[in-house]
């Protein structure tokens, strides 16, 4: 990727770095400048990931201010320690694993094991709602889908208990691997599988309990 | 069909989420694929959960406030 535009801020810095360099030895100027110049890269780099990490970000909390609250503290720490980033591995995953450490750490969550009942309904439960509601006979599934409004679906999905939650933020809307959100989230990849597969489930019973009960978003 | 011992559509339903994560096994995949060939209501509920997919994402997708960027580049450490 291109280097980052930092010219003149950063030839400020390396002259500063040289004046010292007069004094200390040639070698220690020379690893302040690069020193300085990595940071800047990384900082650089960071920044450029910050839209997509908000977007993760604002649906793992329940409001736009915790998301942006946690968005600063999450760079504020990413700034101070981006040595213990190991250059080459997945920079926006690193920053979620600050964020959702952060996260837990102010308490907004409570770790516990969650619960793994089996479920009622199966992955067509929602179709199969969403189809009796409908007027029309063997409706196309584009029909269907319109009984679902968009509101009911970031309500149906902070319906959704976090440790579900979590894994269908981290998968379906931030696209990260499994073996990324077990990383994220410091939990087995297993464990992230099952989580999605029910936490999908869930997400479709709140769907249909919202879709059914308010009649469907095109009337 | 062969394959699938229990009700086919059940089963069809079962792996619908390892099917659309490509998590499957060739002969799982192979089974799942014969059988949606065949049947128009498993078809409509695979497509369908491949647009819901789509809706939940884009719905719950929210763009950051441009002042929150600038807030984070402030906090970028200061040069020497």
Known sequence: MPGPAVPLELERSIARVAVVGETAPETEARRLAEDARDRVRFEEEALELADQV???????????????????????????????????????????????NLNIDRGRRVQRAPDMQPLEEGDYFLYNKLEESTQAPNPDEERVIERLSQDDAVTALSAVPHDFRDVIVLVDLGDFSYNDAAQILDIPVGTVMSRLHRGRRILKRELAERAVSDGGASE | MSGFAVDPCDKCEEVLQPFLDRELNEEERALAEEHLSLCDYCRKRYRFEEELRRFVRQAATEEMPPELKSKLAELRTPLL
């Open chain 1, 54 to 100: 908000y977007r993760v970000a604002r649906r793992l909390v329940s409001s736009r201010e915790e998301a942006e609250d946690l968005m600063q503290e999450t760079y504020a720490r990413a700034f101070r320690s981006w040595k213990s980033f190991q250059p080459g591995t997945n920079l926006r995953a690193w920053l979620l694993r600050i964020l959702t």
